[in-house]
């Protein structure tokens, strides 16, 4: 019988594919390469979730305890820095200017008639739907790994949803990619941020608990 983690890499893999499509479509026959990164940030879910997948893997295979820790503490390390890069892609939706798609005439709201307008908000809903499914299996392999420690298992959920509540920031205002990890620590950065303190603070939180709330209700439906 095929387990959780092949059922939901395999239909996420579909999945992919078609939002791939659609934005290479987009691309082709709209000429519309505003779009296009929105490829380079699938590819960018796929790491951490591949990763979990990976830590799945090892971790039930029969491989000598000692093995399983020398394999999995690294690739465990290269997940935690990827796995922000999927809650991130959920702020593409800033990318959806609101002034393209109505304006004002004779005192009524008028809905563009532009139907590349529209597609592009298919393209971008697709790509966050995609980014919200791959990033909630992607934790909950993990989880589930730890799960009969509850508080443990919801202890470690937290964190994970800081860091991504920390890198979405560090995305966003530095411009930094999970890559450029240890340019978080140069000079510069932290006294962007120290200017900034409050602001990072409340952003972190917000997007930290609006990740965990993302998580937790659709981990709550899974598990009913």
Avoid at 133 to 156: C, D, P, T, Y
Avoid at 198 to 203: C, D, K, S, V
Wanted: glycine share 2%.
């Amino acid at each position: 019988m095929i387990s959780i983690t092949q059922k939901s890499f395999l239909t996420l893999s579909f999945a992919s594919f078609l939002v791939i499509i659609i934005t290479c479509y987009g691309i082709f026959y709209y000429k519309d390469y505003e779009f296009s990164f929105l490829i380079l940030n699938i590819f960018l879910a796929w790491i951490p979730f591949f990763l979990s997948f990976l830590i799945t893997s090892v971790y039930i295979s029969g491989l000598k305890r000692s093995l399983k820790i020398y394999l999995l503490i690294p690739v465990f390390i290269l997940w935690i820095i990827f796995y922000p890069n999927i809650p991130y892609i959920m702020t593409d939706v800033i990318h959806i200017r609101s002034l393209d798609y109505l304006k004002m005439e004779n005192n009524i709201f008028v809905y563009s008639q532009k139907m590349i307008r529209w597609y592009e908000l298919i393209e971008i809903t697709l790509s966050v739907f995609l980014s919200i499914v791959m990033g909630f299996f992607s934790l909950f392999n993990i989880q589930r790994l730890i799960e009969r420690h509850k508080v443990l298992s919801w202890a470690f959920v937290i964190i994970v949803s800081f860091f991504s509540g920390v890198g979405i920031y560090f995305g966003r205002f530095l411009r930094l990619n999970s890559w450029q990890i240890l340019s978080i620590f140069s000079t510069e950065n932290f006294s962007f941020v120290f200017k900034r303190l409050n602001f990072f603070i409340e952003f972190t939180i917000f997007f930290t608990l609006f990740w965990l709330f993302i998580y937790t209700v659709i981990y709550l439906l899974e598990k009913r």
